[in-house]
């Protein structure tokens, strides 16, 4: 089915850096930023007036933007494909670690609606680029989970 072709794609760009830098355990905060790793080259097809209008209108909304987000985001984490990846990669051992997770997360978002997206050296775009190194990470961590050849194709793809 072409629908499921990203089962198996995750990221190669973040894919081919060494887990050292990918790893939440090795690197420090300020490692897999938008500076230290390769950028995606930017989609011709992007308006970044039409991007930072709808970065106001989500900032005016915050309060419902992040209640429907996280509400979305907590049914995400009730499917069996993202609880196992998310318990395998440890971002789910305990309690605790589950809500510093969940709150960085948040944090990610809400920079994402405040700062400029266009600029690669912004808080966004560094943002961006943890939250892609965090899933590769993950994606390497449960690399055992599910069977490609039985169509079940990798963590964290492209479709997920």
């Not at 072409?2 to 905060?29: F, K, Q």
């Not at 989500?58 to 998310?86: D, K, M, S």
């Not at 709150?103 to 700062?115: K, L, N």
């Not at 899933?135 to 961590?141: L, P």
Request: glycine share 6%; charged share 20%.
């Amino acid at each position: 089915f072409p629908m499921l072709e990203g089962l198996s794609r995750g990221d190669p760009l973040i894919d081919a850096i060494p887990e050292a830098v990918v790893s939440p355990c090795t690197r420090s905060t300020s490692s897999c930023s938008a500076v230290e790793i390769p950028q995606s080259p930017e989609p011709p097809w992007v308006h970044w007036d039409i991007v930072r209008r709808g970065q106001e209108l989500w900032h005016q909304e915050i309060g419902r933007a992040f209640l429907a987000l996280t509400a979305a985001l907590l049914q995400g984490f009730t499917i069996a494909r993202f609880a196992e990846v998310l318990h395998h990669a440890g971002y789910a051992q305990s309690p605790w670690t589950s809500c510093k997770r969940y709150s960085s997360t948040a944090f990610f978002i809400s920079d994402w609606f405040r700062y400029p997206l266009d600029d690669p050296l912004s808080m966004a775009r560094k943002g961006i680029y943890r939250v892609r190194c965090m899933h590769s990470y993950a994606r390497r961590r449960s690399k055992s989970l599910f069977s490609e050849e039985r169509g079940e194709g990798i963590a964290l793809s492209q479709y997920d």
